[in-house]
């Protein structure tokens, strides 16, 4: 029996996964500050600005061991899927009164944090603002999964930096005016039946039109063929290939 627990002590030693793990992406803001963005998996992600910090759709599903990261001063939950939204990994990451926004369903779950609804904006310091964007389904037989004004999407204005963060969504047509706000990050998810297929993604690439494009989100979606067919129509966009699966 000792033997078995030790076994079994190993092996959740070896499957926890801490900050220092994952792969972590640097850009710079235009007064040449860093945004330090660890992608985490799927959907996870967390961003630091100037010790500022961002945790977006925090979840234990990855072997995260969220104790070796640092707390977050603002929370972002897209919607209130598992694979998004956790509130006992939201209550671990949470700073103090931190600022927590999610969408209605979440909050109707969890009961703490505060409802931003599609069109909202906010202005979070003097150097960071949010605009909440829709995230919806337009696939008919996939309209369960994500009904239109339920998700959010989130477009972080940092210092000038401009980070889209999609949420699950497809290409919807609303994705066409951001194309002005000159994006310079995009997450856009990648996976079936739930979010977009390669070529809708390709079709959001093009409306949206961001400096770098990274695929999330995206399972067992073969995203290769995104950078291929972005890279070969000239479209000046820099995809970007990472463990976000």
Do not use: C
């Not at 999407?153 to 066409?176: F, H, Q, R, V």
């Amino acid at each position: 029996m000792k033997k078995l627990i030790m076994m079994a002590l190993t092996l959740t030693i070896a499957m926890t996964v801490s900050a220092q793990d994952y792969k972590v992406e640097t850009f710079k803001t235009k007064s040449g500050k860093n945004v330090n963005i660890t992608l985490i998996k799927h959907a996870t992600m967390a961003i630091d600005f100037d010790g500022y910090v961002i945790h977006v759709d925090a979840v234990p599903n990855y072997g995260t061991d969220y104790t070796k990261f640092p707390k977050g001063d603002l929370v972002l939950v897209t919607h209130e899927h598992g694979d998004h939204f956790n509130p006992q990994t939201i209550e671990l990451i949470s700073k103090p009164n931190n600022l927590l926004f999610m969408n209605q369903r979440s909050f109707d779950q969890m009961q703490k944090g505060m409802v931003l609804r599609n069109g909202e904006s906010r202005k979070i310091t003097k150097d960071i603002s949010m605009k909440v964007l829709p995230a919806y389904n337009t696939t008919p037989d996939h309209l369960q999964f994500h009904p239109q004004g339920v998700g959010n999407g989130y477009l972080l204005n940092i210092d000038g930096l401009k980070i889209y963060i999609a949420g699950d969504t497809e290409d919807i047509p609303e994705m066409s005016a951001l194309k002005d706000e000159k994006i310079d990050v995009a997450f856009i998810p990648v996976n079936q039946p739930y979010t977009m297929t390669v070529e809708q993604a390709i079709r959001a690439a093009w409306m949206i039109m961001p400096k770098v494009l990274i695929p999330y989100h995206f399972g067992q979606t073969d995203v290769a063929p995104i950078k291929q067919r972005l890279d070969a129509d000239n479209s000046g966009i820099d995809v970007w290939l990472r463990d976000m699966q």
